[in-house]
């Protein structure tokens, strides 16, 4: 196994016993005579290894053979950025490395919104081909062009990834009659002047509301979860994909 992969896979937490002893193999084999490698690798040979020491001795190697461990974060990140670049171009095939990628959001217990455009994404392919028309945020996805498009998204994410997004970022929309950029407003439809508590009462349900533009109040809007809200977003900043 190669580092790279090695360190990315203990970072997401999916790492067994036998993919250390796998690199340290590979050391071996490469003409390393560490003391500390020839140990590691030893692990593969137990039936039931001490996790602990597993990674004790991986620590080891690591100071011995002088190489980095950067942050687990930074690792994911650039592992993510690696397949999307490859799907792009063209050094994977988009379906394959959709199929990496669309699990890294929950694997990293959700903590990084932009690995959600991938599970997003795959979702959207598979209802795409079980001929379902619900989309979660990918607006042009249709049968036809799903290599396409997942490369086209490939591409926007690398961009995204490399921009200073505001904190806010995937609370904002874009509003295709005006093209205004910001945050949606929640407006209230079935009789706006009676009291929510009233209306309640008296009409047994709750009102209906639909987020608007807040600058146009029209409703046609896109968020940042979808490609073309992110593509909007992104021309108006100076970036075309």
């Known amino acids: 196994?190669?580092?790279?992969?090695?360190?990315?896979?203990?970072?997401?937490?999916?790492?067994?016993?036998?993919?250390?002893?796998?690199?340290?193999?590979?050391?071996?084999?490469?003409?390393?005579?560490?003391?500390?490698?020839?140990?590691?690798?030893?692990f593969g040979l137990e039936r039931f290894p001490d996790s602990y020491e597993v990674e004790r001795y991986f620590e080891k190697c690591i100071d011995e053979l002088g190489l980095v461990l950067p942050e687990d974060r930074v690792v994911i990140a650039e592992y993510v950025n690696e397949l999307a670049s490859n799907i792009?171009?063209?050094?994977?095939?988009?379906?394959?490395?959709?199929?990496s990628l669309e699990s890294f959001w929950s694997a990293i217990?959700?903590?990084?919104?932009?690995?959600?455009?991938w599970e997003d994404l795959a979702e959207d392919v598979a209802y795409t081909l079980?001929?379902?028309?619900?989309?979660?945020?990918?607006?042009g996805l249709s049968k036809d062009n799903i290599d396409e498009f997942i490369i086209q998204v490939a591409k926007?994410?690398?961009?995204?990834?490399?921009?200073?997004?505001?904190?806010?970022?995937?609370?904002?929309?874009?509003?295709?009659?005006?093209?205004?950029?910001?945050?949606?407003?929640?407006?209230r439809m079935d009789l706006p002047w009676l009291p929510e508590k009233l209306f309640r009462l008296i009409y047994r349900k709750a009102p209906a509301f639909k987020w608007i533009c807040g600058h146009c109040t029209q409703s046609h809007l896109k968020n940042m979860f979808d490609y073309e809200?992110?593509?909007?977003?992104?021309?108006?900043?100076?970036?075309?994909i």
């Open 130 to 139: 079980a001929n379902c028309d619900y989309h979660r945020g990918n607006t």
């Open 109 to 117: 217990d959700y903590d990084e919104p932009l690995y959600r455009i």
């Open 88 to 99: 792009s171009s063209g050094l994977l095939k988009p379906r394959e490395g959709l199929e």
């Open 156 to 187: 926007q994410f690398i961009q995204l990834c490399k921009s200073e997004l505001p904190d806010d970022f995937f609370g904002l929309c874009t509003c295709d009659d005006c093209g205004y950029i910001g945050k949606a407003q929640l407006k």
């Open 229 to 240: 809200g992110r593509k909007q977003y992104l021309e108006s900043q100076g970036v075309k």
């Open 1 to 42: 196994m190669e580092f790279n992969a090695l360190v990315v896979k203990r970072a997401l937490g999916t790492v067994q016993t036998q993919d250390f002893s796998n690199w340290a193999e590979n050391l071996l084999l490469q003409g390393c005579d560490s003391t500390n490698v020839a140990i590691l690798a030893s």
